[in-house]
């Protein structure tokens, strides 16, 4: 599966049960970045997606058990750490600034992963957001299988 999700500096996700921030012009990169692939999140994410023009959203709360090898998911409040084996690609998306937060992305995951690259944009609440892609080190495949590498900048 491929996980997108968006962190502060702290890689803070959420704070007192609330997500530290949303951006309409990042939910539209999402989009042209999932496009013609399904989109799995769970309820409390789909809050921020279910007033965009998506047709591919599938929302369940056990959605990274039903996602598959080529699926992306959108996590904002859930642990991915026991999906780490299923994980083939990371793009995380960066506010660029430090937030309150109490729940962070498992930032030590990223040891298995490569950086492939890092792209910059303006978003319509934030002036600067990064993406920053990442897919799975040589050490960590261990099923042989080849994945369709994205055009994702």
């Known amino acids: ?39 799995f999140m769970n309820e409390y994410s789909y809050g921020q997606f279910s007033e965009d023009e998506f047709n591919n959203i599938v ?10 090898d080529e699926d992306f998911c959108f996590v904002e409040n859930v642990d991915i750490k026991p999906y780490l084996q299923e994980i083939h690609r990371i793009i995380l998306f960066r506010w660029n600034r430090i937030y309150p937060s109490d729940f962070r992305f498992p930032k030590e995951i990223l040891e298995d992963f490569n950086r492939e690259g890092i792209c910059e944009f303006a978003g319509s609440s934030h002036d600067k957001i990064s993406q920053d892609n990442y897919k799975e080190s040589v050490r960590k495949v261990k099923s042989g299988k080849l994945f369709t590498v994205y055009n994702i900048c």
């Open 1 to 39: 599966m491929i996980i997108i999700t968006v962190v502060d500096d702290d890689y803070g996700l959420l704070f007192n049960n609330r997500r530290v921030s949303k951006d309409r012009v990042l939910r539209e990169k999402i989009k042209e970045i999932t496009k013609g692939s399904k989109l």
């Open 59 to 68: 929302v369940d709360e056990d959605f990274l058990n039903k996602a598959g």
